[in-house]
């Protein structure tokens, strides 16, 4: 691997371009001047992303100790702290002598991009990553506004929808809510189509005089969490609807306003990558019942007749604790200071009641469940101090009850999701370090949880995002969970990492499916340099089908590029979705294997145990790895390098 601090000679030119926020291009900043190399470091430290992300600003006395480096493949630049961890990496990703991709790191992982895709010198897409979500927001004319969204998580549309509210911005709100395009393709039932498209127009309509009336959210409302739960599926059939849909409901966020505390979402439902809204929101008023229901699964208040009451569960008869519940939660609605604390703590108390006092195992798990997700909520949000700790003795005391490593799976993230969304950027690494010893801690616990699984592969992946040259303590993670779930998607996954962190040293091979439905062998490919190009719809820019075109007709008689989609996560709308794609272009004319799933159950995306999209990796002849992950934009450099 290249050493983080590869440092080359690199002629920048100067542009006259400005970006918001960031620069086209620094002219000067590749060089050593008087001052060594204090200004071109300053520079860079003081660009701004160009939306609002958290990320690693230091200190003027920090930044002192800080390296600034340039680098080679991609060229550009990067800058480290003085312990070695990634702050900033700005680079030219196409060749052109223009920076083109900035990148944001905190407490070394990767948060943001600012992206400049069509190399005009602005930017045009924005990207947030890693502990900071997964919204990625589409800019085409370029005036530093988000116009859509190419992925946004249904929590990352709570906030976007509170923040909406709180600046009364109108086109913020819009592009939350479903389109008519997208509404036609979910293939709803005629009567959930017409109430659908209806609560949409709705919000189109009303938003703005809703956010103008409201006096609860104001600019020093701040957001705190989702508070959606599950995800709910309603399966192809069930009201007329001929697809499976995955939907929220009765989607909530809450925030933090002496006024109030919740925003009911309505019905959240989600299409490919992004999850879209049909309804107006409403700020909660405990005293008052919520103007519309659930699009899909109304609440009994709002006409549907198939409810089961209270005492139908198994066991002692639970009527008066769910009374109890619904009082609290109006309390809740109102309290301040240190009496939220308290019916925070009652609250839990009555789902450990609920817990214990019911027979039927699948609602015994789901109250268990009820109780974990509850408390590690409330203590993100500063509303239960102790909630970790009675959490902690609830397990105690349950013992070698069934299920309890959901409830300490929940505690493992709960000290790092509140130090990111309210501590010191010193709180926030403690937290995440803390978080890191967590997961070990879990999977030495509950060897044998699922969950451990996902454990080993977050360790590994820390470990791999964080190492140099060395990516030993990875290596050893995956091996360890390829050792304890060989059969499970973790385990498949870990095996491919191992293939590909070795240099790939035994050869790579695999069978799959091309795009036609033929067979295919990677052994049968006898090209001097096999290309593995995988990649999803969403990150398949036209800049990288054309490089692509262009060196399969330059080196035909040389290499061979092999497509590898692995379009998801649904099955059924990643292979159309794929299919859609390569019909819309047809200079794609290198061979194609699909296997839907994305980086997480894809068994394409195993084969190396990939985590990013997209990428790009070099076989010679023999199916050895020649180069683990490079830039479409560099490739020629590479294939030329091997050639010669």
Request: charged fraction near 25%; proline fraction near 3%; hydrophobic fraction near 35%.
């Amino acid at each position: 691997m290249t050493s983080r601090f590869a440092s080359i000679s690199y002629r920048w030119i100067f542009a006259t371009t400005v970006i918001p926020c960031t620069l086209g291009l620094f002219g000067g900043l590749g060089f050593q001047n008087s001052l060594g190399q204090d200004a071109p470091l300053k520079k860079a430290l003081s660009i701004k992303s160009k939306q609002d992300v958290d990320y690693e600003r230091p200190s003027e006395a920090v930044m002192a100790e800080c390296v600034f480096a340039k680098t080679k493949d991609p060229a550009g630049f990067v800058v480290h702290h003085n312990s070695g961890r990634i702050l900033r990496r700005f680079v030219d990703t196409n060749g052109d002598n223009k920076l083109d991709h900035w990148a944001y790191f905190n407490n070394g992982l990767e948060v943001y991009r600012d992206l400049d895709t069509n190399f005009d010198g602005r930017t045009d897409q924005y990207r947030w990553l890693g502990p900071a979500g997964t919204r990625w927001g589409v800019d085409p004319n370029q005036d530093g506004k988000i116009d859509s969204w190419k992925m946004i998580s249904a929590e990352e549309v709570a906030y976007e929808c509170f923040a909406a509210i709180r600046s009364r911005d109108g086109d913020q709100f819009n592009r939350l809510l479903l389109t008519s395009s997208e509404l036609a393709a979910l293939q709803l039932g005629d009567n959930l189509n017409r109430d659908v498209a209806t609560r949409i127009q709705k919000a189109l309509k009303g938003f703005e005089k809703m956010a103008r009336q409201q006096k609860v959210i104001d600019r020093q409302s701040k957001f705190l969490d989702a508070g959606n739960g599950r995800p709910q599926l309603m399966a192809g059939g069930s009201f007329g609807n001929r697809r499976d849909l995955v939907i929220y409901d009765q989607a909530s966020c809450f925030f933090e306003s002496d006024k109030g505390n919740q925003i009911a979402l309505g019905s959240l439902v989600r299409v490919g990558n992004v999850w879209r809204m049909v309804d107006l929101p409403e700020i909660v008023d405990p005293n008052k019942p919520l103007a519309s229901g659930g699009a899909f699964f109304p609440l009994p208040q709002f006409g549907t007749t198939s409810t089961a009451a209270a005492t139908t569960v198994t066991g002692e008869n639970l009527s008066q604790l769910y009374d109890e519940l619904t009082n609290l939660d109006k309390k809740l609605a109102s309290a301040k200071g240190s009496q939220v604390q308290q019916l925070e703590k009652q609250k839990a108390d009555i789902f450990v009641q609920f817990y214990l006092k019911t027979d039927d195992p699948k609602m015994k798990q789901n109250w268990l469940e009820n109780l974990a997700d509850s408390v590690a909520h409330s203590y993100q949000q500063g509303r239960f101090d102790d909630g970790l700790d009675y959490l902690g003795k609830f397990v105690a005391t349950q013992n070698t009850a069934d299920g309890l490593d959901y409830v300490v799976w929940s505690t493992v993230f709960a000290e790092y999701g509140r130090a990111n969304s309210s501590g010191t950027s010193k709180e926030r690494e403690s937290a995440y370090t803390k978080m890191i010893s967590n997961l070990d801690k879990f999977q030495k616990q509950y060897p044998n949880s699922e969950k451990s699984a996902d454990a080993l592969i977050q360790l590994a992946v820390h470990d791999e995002v964080n190492s140099t040259d060395d990516v030993s303590s990875a290596v050893a993670w995956y091996e360890a969970c390829l050792k304890r779930f060989p059969n499970s998607k973790y385990g498949r996954r870990s095996k491919g990492a191992i293939t590909r962190l070795g240099d790939g040293k035994n050869g790579i091979s695999f069978s799959s499916k091309q795009a036609n439905g033929k067979p295919f062998n990677l052994a049968q490919i006898t090209s001097d340099i096999v290309i593995l190009h995988f990649w999803e719809t969403w990150c398949c820019p036209e800049t990288d089908i054309n490089e692509l075109a262009r060196l399969a007709k330059k080196y035909k008689d040389e290499i061979t590029i092999i497509g590898c989609n692995i379009e998801g996560p649904n099955a059924t709308e990643g292979t159309k979705k794929f299919l859609e794609f390569l019909k819309a272009h047809p200079e794609i004319t290198w061979i194609q294997l699909h296997e839907p799933g994305s980086v997480e159950d894809s068994p394409l995306a195993h084969e190396l145990g990939i985590s990013t999209e997209p990428a790009v990796f070099l076989l010679d002849a023999n199916g050895k790895l020649i180069e683990g992950n490079i830039g479409i934009s560099n490739l020629e450099r590479e294939i030329e390098r091997q050639l010669n």
